[in-house]
């Protein structure tokens, strides 16, 4: 994958970072018991689920791990144990490396790509993976991308990826590669049948 593959989800970073929640933190608590991170209040919930954070499951509204970790992370969210104690953004990651060995990889993209405006949700399930909606799109269209997260060095089946983005593309989206470099930065790779066929030559 070359450089003139990159897509245009690597724009310019948007200031978004401090001005998503105006004077409002989050409260949650961390079940360990069955793995959640909840938030009972109807207000916050309404907050997030406003500016595409979280789900209702099983009538708990729920935030996901990397969620989480970035309202932390940029200080809008105050998480307690079942002790009452509040968790720093280290105490939290280290309970959800025991849940997810991949949920730091998983953060650090979707830490990127909030950070460009974009809402981003749970994949399908195709490894480190995330649905990615355009902007404004949210609620209203069904997501534009799959992004694939891809650590560098790592090694990778071709022939895995390929059927993924197969099933990518079956369901009209963009498959998007982004590889995270050792310094923690982000670069995505627009890719598709055609880039295999390339590589098979």
Excluded at 46 to 61: I, S
Excluded at 134 to 151: M, S, T
Aim: positive net charge; hydrophobic residues 35%.
């Amino acid at each position: 994958m070359s450089p003139d593959k990159k897509t245009d989800l690597a724009e310019k970073k948007l200031d978004l970072i401090d001005s998503e929640f105006e004077n409002i933190v989050i409260e949650a608590r961390i079940d360990k018991k069955n793995k959640m991170v909840k938030v009972s209040d109807k207000k916050n919930q309404d907050q997030l689920r406003t500016k595409g954070y979280g789900e209702n499951f099983k009538k708990e509204y729920l935030l996901y791990y990397y969620e989480a970790l970035y309202l932390l992370f940029i200080k809008k969210l105050v998480i307690k144990n079942s002790k009452n104690l509040e968790l720093s953004f280290t105490g939290l990651l280290k309970i959800l490396l025991k849940w997810d060995k991949n949920i730091f990889s998983r953060f650090l993209i979707y830490r990127d790509l909030r950070s460009r405006g974009y809402v981003v949700k749970d994949g399908f399930g195709f490894g480190i993976d995330f649905r990615v909606y355009d902007r404004g799109e949210h609620n209203l269209r069904p997501a534009k991308y799959v992004v694939f997260g891809i650590n560098e060095g790592i090694e990778l089946s071709i022939s895995s990826l390929s059927n993924n983005i197969k099933e990518i593309e079956k369901m009209g989206k963009e498959g998007i590669i982004a590889v995270i470099e050792r310094r923690g930065e982000i670069i995505y790779y627009k890719i598709n049948k055609a880039c295999f066929r390339e590589l098979e030559k």
